[in-house]
C-alpha cells in the first residue's frame, strides 16, 4: 500500500488488490493489469484526468467513508498531488502483480519511464535556458515583416479611409 496526499490535506491510501482492479473495470473500463504491456503507464501519463479517475476508483471505499465525492476529490487534485498519485497507483500496481518476474520487470518499466521523464525534463530546461526573449521577438517581427513593432494604422485614421 502506498500513500499520497491531495491539495486539501487528506491523506489516501492506494492498495491495488482484486477488488480495486475489479472496481476500477467496472467503474472506468480501464484494465490495470494492461500495465504489463507499458501502454497503460503512457495513458495514464498523457491524460491526469482518466489518472485521478482511476486513482479515485482505487481508493472508493475510503473516499466513500470519508464522504468524498468524485467531483471533490478532482478539486482537490493538481500540480504535485497528482504526481504523487501517480507514483502511489503504479507503485503498488508493480506490487500487485503475482510473479516476481513480471514485478521485477515492471519495475524496471517503471524505473525506466522516470529516467525518461527526467530526461526529456532535463533537455526542456537545457532548452529554455538558452532561449533569449527579445531574439525571438525580433525574428517573429521580421517573419511578420513589421520589423517596427508599430501597429498598422486602422482605416478610420487614413485619408482615404
Known amino acids: ?10 491523506t489516501w491510501t492506494v492498495a491495488i488488490n482484486v477488488d480495486a482492479i475489479k472496481r476500477v473495470r467496472d467503474l472506468l473500463e480501464v484494465d490495470l493489469l494492461e500495465v504489463l504491456d507499458g501502454k497503460l503507464i503512457e495513458k495514464l501519463y498523457r491524460d491526469p484526468v482518466l489518472l485521478c479517475d482511476v486513482v ?10 470519508k464522504g468524498v465525492t468524485d467531483e471533490d476529490f478532482g478539486r482537490a487534485m493538481a500540480g504535485d ?8 497507483l503504479l507503485e503498488d500496481l508493480v ?16 524505473e525506466t519511464t522516470w529516467n525518461v521523464m527526467d530526461k526529456a525534463r532535463d533537455a526542456i530546461e537545457a532548452k529554455l535556458a ?8 525580433a525574428q517573429a517581427l521580421a517573419r511578420s515583416g513589421n520589423s517596427s513593432g508599430a501597429a498598422p494604422a486602422s482605416s478610420a485614421s487614413r485619408p482615404d479611409g
Open 1 to 10: 500500500m502506498k500513500t499520497f496526499t491531495d491539495n486539501a490535506g487528506r
Open 56 to 65: 479515485y476508483a482505487a481508493c472508493k471505499p475510503e473516499a466513500d467513508a
Open 81 to 88: 498531488a497528482i504526481e504523487h498519485a501517480t507514483k502511489a
Open 95 to 110: 506490487g500487485f502483480s503475482p510473479s516476481p518476474r513480471d514485478r521485477a520487470n515492471l519495475q524496471r518499466i517503471l
Open 130 to 137: 538558452t532561449v533569449n526573449a527579445d531574439d525571438l521577438v
